[in-house]
């Protein structure tokens, strides 16, 4: 019974946050006069003292004692005497662990919103640097359009940006207090509630006491948006092997960032993209756990809600590193341009051009342009060549409507350089998305 009832081997990692709360609602007390102002200042001294023993030495695990809560109570007693008895006055564990863990998860926020504005400034001076380095634009891993590097980057940049605000909008949510919900009901102590939730930083008290000692919503919503962050970090990784592979070619990794082979003394592998890529699956497995837990559960609190806080612990630490990683990857990486140029110039990526432009100079109807494209274009196949060395001729043995000024469509700076659209990859466009991007960011 021990063994399966005892959170401390992990829910010790709340120390701070237990500490805090527990200060806060003492003060609270000796503020009220539910207990002495004596008694008040006795708790807070000795709660000082437990932290300042928790920060030198760790927490001690003895399952006996179950929990933080529990442990932290039972060694102010012992520095303290009877008085620690009244720590626990108009509260219960139900609501000191759902206060002590939304505490946690809003400073797990803070961290990663610090991490992810970091890896857009990653993003945003890399695509800076290559506003105008083309590359091919891939559907279906298909060359498709030519793009730039920089607008292909600036696209992670836009996604971490919804991370950003997935993650804001979660602790906003949650940022009411539940201390004071007590077991389940309230309390009939003269508590209050404003008092503590201001001295914790929150916007206010939670509202229905049965709700706050039983909601992990803050949880959960910390976990979906790690979720759809990690898979944003899993897409980019992913980018980064396919990349570095050697038949792309398109970036060497810092040797900072991927390993070498114990056998093959030629390889680097991208160990870091790859384990960033496979942690989010592992994140994602912690949010479905913890949905699994809560689902189902009638009100109030239920014990099984102490398994809540393993699946975040590990998806934060999963999560934080793989921001960190990503960072570095992208801060240091090589990107080669000339491979990523010629692999663009080799895969056709122009013939949309080619149709447009006669769209738009010889007034041809889009699905007839489609056609006359696709005969160019296996021209070009089957003499091997580029779009725009075909010879004129041949071009207008095609469609007589060709002539000379096509060429100045068919290279890819050119259709880079012609997608003004709004959002579209141009450079200009990038430049203007870079400069929004370092104003936002105060860079
Ligand atoms: N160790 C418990 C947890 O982490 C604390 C709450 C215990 N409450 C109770 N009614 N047994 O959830």
């Known amino acids: 019974m021990r063994e399966i009832n005892a959170s401390i081997p992990f829910d010790k990692r709340l120390w701070r946050e237990d500490i805090a709360g527990s200060r806060a609602h003492a003060a609270m007390l000796g503020a009220a ?40 109570e039972q060694r102010l007693a012992q ?6 008895g009244r720590l626990h006055t108009a509260r219960s564990r139900n609501d000191q662990v759902a206060t002590d863990f939304k505490l946690w998860v809003r400073s797990a926020i803070d961290a990663v919103l610090a991490g992810l504005a970091g890896l857009q400034a990653a993003l945003v001076m890399r695509a800076e640097e290559h506003a105008e380095s083309v590359m091919p634009g891939f559907t279906h891993l298909q060359v498709a359009q030519p793009v730039t ?58 509202a229905n006491s049965l709700d706050s000692v039983s909601d992990r919503d803050f949880a959960m919503d910390y976990l979906m948006a790690a979720t759809t962050c ?47 890529r496979g942690h989010s699956g592992r994140i994602a497995g912690c949010m479905m756990a913890l949905t699994m837990t809560m689902k189902g559960l009638p009100l109030a609190y239920s014990k099984d809600m102490q398994d809540d806080k393993p699946p975040v612990f590990e998806a934060h630490d999963l999560l934080a590193l793989s921001i960190a990683a990503m960072t570095g990857m992208v801060e240091s990486v090589t990107f ?43 021209l070009a196949e089957t003499t091997g060549c580029a779009l725009d060395q075909i010879p004129i001729d041949a071009l207008r043995a095609i ?45």
Do not use: C
């Open 33 to 72: 006069g539910i207990v002495s102002p004596d008694d008040a200042a006795a708790i807070d001294a000795g709660l000082g003292t437990v932290a300042g023993e928790y920060d030198a030495d760790g927490v001690t695990v003895d399952l006996a004692l179950e929990d933080i809560h529990m442990a932290t």
């Open 336 to 378: 080669r341009t000339d491979r990523m140029r010629a692999a663009a110039e080799a895969g056709y990526s122009t013939a949309t051009d080619l149709a447009d432009w006669l769209v738009r100079v010889a007034d041809v109807p889009f699905r007839e342009a489609h056609h006359i494209t696709g005969q160019a274009v296996r």
């Open 230 to 276: 990690a898979v944003h970090l899993s897409r980019l990784s992913e980018e980064f092997v396919i990349w570095a592979s050697q038949p792309f070619g398109f970036v060497a990794l810092s040797d900072a960032w991927s390993t070498g082979s114990s056998i093959m003394p030629q390889k680097r592998n991208p160990d870091a993209a790859e384990l960033v």
């Open 149 to 206: 590097l920089g607008h292909h980057l600036m696209a992670y940049y836009e996604m971490v940006g919804r991370d950003r605000s997935r993650f804001a909008d979660a602790k906003a949510r949650a940022n009411l207090s539940p201390l004071g919900s007590a077991a389940l009901a309230g309390t009939g102590f003269p508590i209050d509630r404003d008092a503590t939730a201001a001295a914790l930083g929150f916007d206010g008290p939670t």
């Open 79 to 84: 520095l303290i005497g009877p008085a620690a």
């Open 399 to 443: 469609d007589p409507r060709i002539d000379r000024r096509v060429y100045d469509a068919l290279s890819v700076d050119a259709s880079v350089a012609a997608r003004v659209s709004h959002g579209g990859t141009a450079p200009v466009r990038v430049r203007e998305a870079v400069a929004r991007a370092k104003e936002a960011l105060a860079l």
